[in-house]
């Protein structure tokens, strides 16, 4: 089952986006521009970097916007994890390709990105999760920046996975739809804007961004 939570308001079928029954090939394509990859883990995350074993993320990107389906491994069971949009609308203002995180949060205005909440859940036992969501064009609630999204089809999009830890209940709203929820002031990039570092309450676990999927402009 998908756990979704979708960062703006539109029409599911049966739950899920049309990315996720693409994913499972139960329907076509919105467009010709589908990417399927596996998920890969940072070097923050204390594992080899690299792809993993059994992820995958479909996203899909065309005149209506981007959709994603994304299927990981290896988490932390019963931790909280939220998966966030990057979407990179000038990557050619980044010195590497793909941009690097500080490129890409240090001065988003001027790669003119869009950085948003696109899903969130709680690892499974096993350490599984699967999630998905749909980002259509036009201004974009939650976005760490003053930018709008307008060119789906060009942009370079990133998918990461940042982990909050064990379930709070005192804060459980707070730690499925913010960045900062949960985590340490010291756990935090300090080169990402305030409107990220500020958004969700203070907590005592030593967040890290552990996976991500990144899908240059040029492929």
């Known amino acids: 089952m998908f756990t979704t939570l979708v960062h703006r308001p539109f029409q599911p079928v049966f739950g899920v986006t049309f990315a996720a029954l693409v ?18 883990w940072t070097p923050g995350s204390g594992m080899s ?16 916007g981007a959709a994603m389906a994304l299927k990981s491994s290896g988490l932390t ?26 490129e890409t949060m240090k001065d988003g205005m001027k790669s ?22 749909y980002l259509p064009v036009g201004d974009v ?14 942009a370079e999009y990133h998918l990461p996975i940042h982990n909050h830890g ?15 929820a949960g985590c340490t002031d010291e756990s935090l990039p300090k080169y990402y804007p305030q409107t990220a570092l500020t958004d ?7 967040c890290k961004t552990v996976q991500v999927a990144a899908f240059p402009a040029d492929e």
Do not use: Y
């Open 23 to 40: 994913a499972f090939g139960l329907a076509a394509p919105l467009s010709a521009e589908a990417i399927t990859k596996p998920m890969s």
């Open 49 to 64: 970097p690299g792809p993993i074993e059994g992820t995958s993320v479909v996203l899909e990107k065309g005149a209506f």
């Open 77 to 102: 069971a019963s931790d909280v994890v939220t998966v966030w949009w990057v979407v990179i609308q000038k990557p050619d203002v980044c010195q590497a390709n793909p941009c690097t995180p500080i």
């Open 112 to 133: 003119d990105s869009v950085v948003a909440l696109a899903a969130s859940g709680v690892v499974s036992e096993d350490g599984t999760i699967s999630l998905a969501s």
């Open 141 to 154: 609630d939650g976005n760490f920046f003053e930018t709008t999204f307008h060119s789906p089809e060009t």
């Open 166 to 180: 064990p379930l709070d209940p005192s804060m459980a709203e707070e730690m499925l739809t913010s960045f900062r």
């Open 200 to 206: 969700g309450t203070k907590g005592n676990f030593e």
